[in-house]
């Protein structure tokens, strides 16, 4: 019996993959005059340092990463103190308060910054709903390694059988996978085929089938 729920939070809570990924190419464009191509699908879900030094890799680019960093924090927190950019993910809303309703345990575990996270779950009234929000910051190791998950598992005060994880991105499954929790992917941001390493995979929180099929 599922007891407990572990989200990751872009792509699956908020609807903020495309934009964060523009906060990527702003960066980059304003610092060295650089157009970023789509690399969407090798960054999702992986600690920003990691993807700083990645991008400045791809261009032979050198820069202090944590000046790129706290350069990029200002654009985030640019980007979504707009409440038109602050998108919940279809049915979200309503899956929280079923599980509330259910009594089920619920946490965040993202890879994004404590700061970002608690700004937008106040922005949309979600902060509430969960008993621990966990960043990147709280683990040496970060996505694809199971840390996070294994931290919200201690947190919950729960067992890998008693909870499954929600995930969209390669990185997050791994992770996931790695710490013996089952998980389920939203094709919010990749497909069906490209998540085929899930347990399950659905489209949105408004299909009956992730409550019968997978949670429930």
């Known amino acids: 019996m599922i007891k407990g729920v572990i989200f990751d939070f872009d792509g699956v809570i908020v609807d903020s993959e495309p934009l964060r990924y523009e906060s990527y190419k702003k960066l980059f ?15 999702l879900g992986r600690d920003q340092r990691e993807n700083l030094k990645y991008l400045l890799e791809m261009f032979g680019l050198e820069c202090d990463v944590e000046e790129l960093v706290e350069r ?38 993202s890879s994004s910054s404590l700061e970002y996270l608690e700004n937008i779950c106040d922005g949309l009234k979600i902060k ?40 969209d991105s390669l990185s ?19 497909s069906e085929d490209e998540l085929e390493d899930a347990d399950f995979v659905f489209q949105d929180f408004e299909q009956d089938s992730i409550f019968k099929k997978f949670i429930f």
């Not at 060295?32 to 960054?43: A, C, M, Q, S």
């Not at 899956?95 to 259910?102: A, G, N, R, S, Y």
């Not at 997050?172 to 990749?190: D, H, V």
Request: with cysteine.
């Open 128 to 167: 509430d709903y969960f008993d621990c929000i966990l960043s990147g910051e709280m683990v040496k190791k970060k996505k694809p390694n199971p840390d996070i998950f294994l931290l919200a598992l201690e947190k919950l005060g729960l067992e890998k059988e008693e909870c499954v994880v929600i995930e």
């Open 29 to 43: 464009w304003d610092e060295f005059g650089v157009k970023l191509p789509d690399e969407r699908k090798r960054i």
């Open 72 to 109: 990029r924090k200002i654009i985030l927190k640019e980007i979504f103190s707009k409440k038109e950019n602050i998108i919940p993910i279809d049915g979200i809303l309503d899956f929280l308060e079923t599980l509330k309703k259910k009594r089920i345990k619920m946490a965040v575990a």
């Open 172 to 190: 997050g499954i791994e992770a996931a996978k790695r710490a013996g929790i089952k998980c389920s992917g939203i094709t919010s941001t990749l």
